[in-house]
């Protein structure tokens, strides 16, 4: 059993796990940001259109796509997933084949990122208590931006490549080490498939 544990403890902080991670969400972030382009270009020529996420009061991307908050900065939200995630597929792809970013291009990484994961849950707030509806893509979005954002932050502190005070730094990779991440990542998961359920209940599946 410890050497089993020992195994799985070396495959979850090994690169191929950790960028082919990130690999696997950010392609599941740009399928959706595809999709909800398409959505918003569909709701574009026809604002009455029917989307086949319309499931529901509660599940229906129409609903949100129709919202000022869909179109923050002048033009559908999902447009800067197209232009993101390109590129962290490209980060993850030149990681698993060994290149290693300088200190400096990982850390603006984890900047921008951090910016876009405060979006994505900005939106998902919107979408709980403002808009009252729920759109699968979106969701998927902000599972797949914060799965990007672990295993990014989780790299970025292993290597020593957010220039924090070293105190912290030895701090911070004790708790990557214990994974510790990984236990704040699956509670915080579930923390939000709870306030969905709460907020909503049987209303999801009327």
């Not at 979850?12 to 398409?38: D, E, K, P, Q």
């Not at 447009?79 to 290693?100: D, H, K, N, Q």
């Not at 979408?127 to 729920?134: N, Q, V």
Request: glycine residues 6%.
């Amino acid at each position: 059993m410890t050497g089993l544990v020992g195994r799985l403890h070396r495959i979850r902080h090994a690169n191929s796990w950790i960028f082919g991670t990130m690999l696997f969400s950010s392609c599941l972030s740009l399928l959706a940001s595809f999709v909800l382009s398409v959505d918003a270009i569909t709701l574009a020529a026809d604002p009455a259109a029917e989307l086949s996420c319309n499931i529901n009061a509660v599940i229906s991307c129409g609903t949100v796509g129709s919202s000022w908050q869909s179109h923050l900065f002048g033009f559908p939200n999902a447009f800067l997933g197209l232009m993101a995630e390109p590129v962290v597929i490209t980060v993850a792809v030149a990681s698993l084949g060994g290149v290693r970013f300088p200190r400096w291009f990982m850390f603006a990484a984890q900047v921008i990122y951090t910016l876009g994961l405060a979006l994505a849950y900005w939106l998902f707030y919107q979408s709980m208590f403002h808009i009252g509806a729920l759109c699968p893509w979106c969701l998927l979005v902000t599972v797949s931006t914060t799965l990007v954002f672990a295993t990014l932050t989780h790299v970025n502190i292993r290597d020593g490549n957010l220039f924090l005070p070293p105190r912290l730094q030895s701090a911070l990779v004790t708790a990557v080490r214990a994974n510790l991440d990984l236990m704040v990542l699956v509670i915080w998961m579930l923390a939000l498939t709870l306030a969905i359920v709460v907020k909503y209940g049987d209303l999801l599946f009327g």
